[in-house]
């Protein structure tokens, strides 16, 4: 939803940084928090955004949880 609300300009950006993710789906976040079933959910920010993701390695993909856009 933050993605499709967002002006123009913010929805690329956010594309850029989420294609950015997808090409190293495996990369580590700048934070990391465990997920009701255990699992390592990264936490990548850019900007005003913050993108929350677990990688997924048995198929090389990551699996976007959250994106938030950081509000003053």
């Known amino acids: 939803?933050?993605?499709?609300?967002?002006?123009?300009t913010q929805q690329r950006r956010l594309s850029a940084l989420l294609d950015r993710l997808k090409a190293d789906p495996l990369r580590r976040g700048d934070l990391r928090e465990l997920d009701a079933q255990?699992?390592?959910?990264?936490?990548?920010?850019?900007?005003d955004?913050?993108?929350?993701?677990?990688?997924?390695?048995?198929?090389?993909?990551?699996?976007v949880v959250r994106i938030e856009r950081v509000e003053d």
């Open 1 to 8: 939803m933050a993605l499709v609300a967002a002006p123009r």
């Open 38 to 47: 255990g699992r390592v959910n990264e936490i990548f920010t850019e900007g």
């Open 49 to 63: 955004w913050i993108v929350t993701y677990w990688p997924d390695h048995a198929v090389r993909e990551m699996r």
